[in-house]
């Protein structure tokens, strides 16, 4: 019977699990580690399978992934990719094997073999080559359309341009995966660390990133490699097996994984398992299981396939990865909104490449949970590359004489009492004028999405505080070289660099003060949306939390917290402070608006803007085509003349090429309106 419960628990799932294949497959940026989305999976599939009337056309199980990003043209796959079955220990494995045999039956004389190949954490790539020559490569996309992205593929130098053979195939297909190694990983992180770029999440996020860069020299820069595991030939493909294929590959100068092994029998590929779980740690790329496939051909072919998995393959992954340490100590972190974080304080473990130190404990709830002590054996995890956590304590190894840790009722910064708010599982200090919020909150209003004041970093910021010279952010603005030279290792020019860079951060626009303020919820396409709507900071503190709420994209819960925010006397105080100061509160009209122009050539034509552009607003893009004569609308259809991109573009662009509508770059439109003027 589907009880109440079911139906909700299967709608929340689908909910999950569709968030996380956009942010993963469309937009690069995964929430949830492959540990997660793989219990939240099987439960789903696990629902749906003891009520198959639960199951609906457009439900996770039912499709292989998802949508493609909109940045390339989509292209349909010439064969389907299909996704593997996932199998999470040996017994698993076995039960595969029971299943497909209930396909087959094998007689006692036939030899059954296995090609086991290490899973790259990567992304697929489907490469086609006609009479030899690379002609596309495109990504996995949904399984049955990809993004077509063969100017990148072509500067992976581990992919041959063109087959050695004198008569090659007429066409052939490839599948493999594209990745970067660990030293390049680190090379790159690096280097976006000094330009104070945003880090990769781990190598896997690194490729798909990079193969879906718009300059294939940025590609070519980021040394991808590839791993070829799969071949497609014509009917009369001469080939038996998956071994003699991967040996073909490697004969045409592909690169093939070495660690490959054919196995004689389940046993063999249960010893391949067993060892790659602790020597994948040795290998210069990121691995998360291998790859089992049934090695004939004849025998692939009468298996076939299941609605989205192949019957004859199996992707068997390790778990997430744990290991044992100890805690030497718990202590509280309070950050810039006041929530105060339990932290683990443990012996060094080396765990997913790094050595871990600390990990959280996340609330008081966790807490209790846990029963962690001072002194306790536990086990942490770091699945991919999060913040470690605790995942279990071994209480049989507590020391004797351990004492509950409890959650101190006043900050340790400051001493003020620690409130719960009514439905929080947070722990907040509420005292604005907490050193701890102080210093997150400079922090945060020097990053770079915020007023992005070069030289005022954490270190930096500590000493301002713990010197007393700043209070408040209004007093970065009220600082002086001399201030400064009292700071430990702060030189003349040092100093006289910082000032002016915060000097500088005064023409940042309204949305980045709005947002550097930090405002609970408010983040900086939040900030954007509320000065676009509110352009002065007068209209903003004033606005009610329906006229705060009506604003598409913001909410009552965001509105909630803006119109409180304005409602502090101290903040209300800091806002007259920055102003006073010089910083820009309210939207200025740009000097691109006010520049003349008496050119027409846009007269009767109809534009779209998508995406982010390179230099201009879209207000300041809006007023240059509107007085060239055109006109700006909000969504495309067959009456849209051109649609101007910009990075990031959404489905616009996908409608807009559907329609066959012009698209322009930032600066294509600005020589159009040049080549009139």
Not at 348 to 372: K, M
Not at 413 to 423: K, T, Y
Not at 596 to 610: C, D, E, N, R
Request: some cysteine; aromatic content about 8%.
């Amino acid at each position: 019977m589907v009880t109440p419960e079911i139906q909700q628990r299967v709608v929340q799932l689908r909910q999950q699990l569709h968030k996380a294949n956009y942010a993963y497959y469309v937009l690069d940026k995964p929430i949830m580690e492959d540990s997660i989305y793989d219990q939240l999976y099987r439960e789903l599939q696990d629902i749906e399978s003891q009520h198959p009337s639960l199951i609906i056309p457009d439900s996770p199980t039912q499709r292989v992934g998802d949508k493609p990003a909109s940045q390339f043209i989509s292209v349909p796959h010439n064969i389907p990719l299909y996704s593997l079955e996932n199998a999470f220990n040996l017994d698993e494995l076995k039960k595969w094997q029971e299943r497909w045999k209930r396909h087959y039956t094998v007689s006692n004389d036939e030899k059954i073999d296995y090609v086991c190949e290490l899973k790259i954490d990567g992304s697929a790539l489907a490469l086609t080559y006609e009479n030899g020559l690379l002609t596309r490569g495109v990504t996995r996309g949904d399984g049955k359309t990809g993004e077509d992205i063969t100017q990148n593929v072509r500067t992976i130098r581990s992919i041959p341009l063109k087959f050695p053979l004198d008569n090659p195939p007429i066409i052939v297909e490839i599948r493999g995966e594209a990745f970067l190694p660990l030293d390049e990983f680190d090379r790159l992180n690096l280097e976006r660390k000094k330009a104070e770029e945003s880090l990769f999440a781990n190598p896997r996020n690194a490729a798909a990133g990079t193969l879906r860069q718009l300059d294939p020299k940025v590609v070519s820069k980021r040394r991808l490699q590839f791993f070829a595991y799969t071949l497609h030939l014509p009917q009369n493909n001469p080939l038996n097996s998956q071994w003699e294929s991967l040996e073909w590959l490697k004969n045409q100068g592909f690169f093939v994984n070495p660690h490959r092994q054919l196995c004689p029998s389940l046993k063999a590929v249960a010893d391949y398992f067993r060892h790659w779980e602790t020597a994948r740690h040795d290998l210069p790329y990121m691995t998360d299981g291998v790859v089992v496939k049934l090695n004939s051909y004849r025998l692939q072919e009468q298996l076939g396939f299941t609605q989205k998995f192949p019957r004859w393959a199996i992707a068997l992954k390790y778990p997430a990865e744990e290991a044992p340490t100890r805690v030497k100590e718990i202590i509280v972190n309070v950050g810039r909104t006041g929530a105060v974080t339990p932290m683990a304080i443990m012996e060094p473990v080396h765990l997913g490449g790094t050595i871990v130190q600390r990990a959280t404990l996340h609330n008081r709830d966790r807490l209790a949970e846990l029963d962690i002590r001072v002194g306790d054996t536990v086990i942490i995890r770091k699945a991919g590359e999060i913040i470690p956590e605790v995942l279990r304590v071994l209480p049989e190894l507590r020391p004797p004489n351990s004492e509950p840790y409890e959650m101190p009722s006043h900050c340790p910064e400051c001493d003020s009492v620690l409130v719960r708010p009514m439905g929080e599982a947070v722990t907040r200090c509420v005292n604005s004028s907490c050193p701890a919020i102080l210093r997150g909150s400079l922090v945060h209003w020097a990053s770079r999405d915020a007023l992005d004041i070069r030289g005022l970093g954490e270190k930096i910021v500590i000493l301002l505080v713990n010197n007393g010279l700043v209070k408040s952010i209004a007093d970065l603005y009220y600082l002086t070289p001399e201030n400064l030279m009292v700071l430990d290792r702060m030189g003349q020019k040092s100093a006289d660099n910082l000032i002016t860079a915060i000097a500088n951060s005064k023409q940042q626009p309204w949305s980045r003060v709005l947002y550097g303020l930090g405002i609970r919820y408010v983040g900086s396409v939040t900030a954007k949306l509320l000065t676009d709507n509110f352009p002065t900071v007068e209209q903003l503190s004033q606005a009610s939390i329906a006229s705060l709420a009506s604003v598409y994209g913001v909410g009552e819960e965001i509105a909630q917290s803006v119109f409180d925010w304005f409602k502090i006397t101290e903040n209300i105080t800091l806002v007259q402070r920055l102003e006073d100061a010089g910083l820009q509160l309210k939207t200025l009209s740009s000097p691109v608006e006010e520049k003349p122009s008496t050119s027409k050539q846009f007269l009767g034509k109809t534009f779209v803007i998508t995406g982010t552009l390179p230099t201009l607003k879209r207000s300041e893009a809006k007023a240059l085509i509107e007085k060239s004569g055109g006109k700006v609308t909000g969504s495309v259809s067959g009456k849209t003349d051109y649609l101007l991109v910009g990075e990031e573009a959404g489905s616009k662009l996908e409608k807009a090429q559907s329609l066959g509508v012009k698209l322009l770059s930032e600066q294509e439109l600005l020589n159009l309106i040049e080549s009139n003027d």
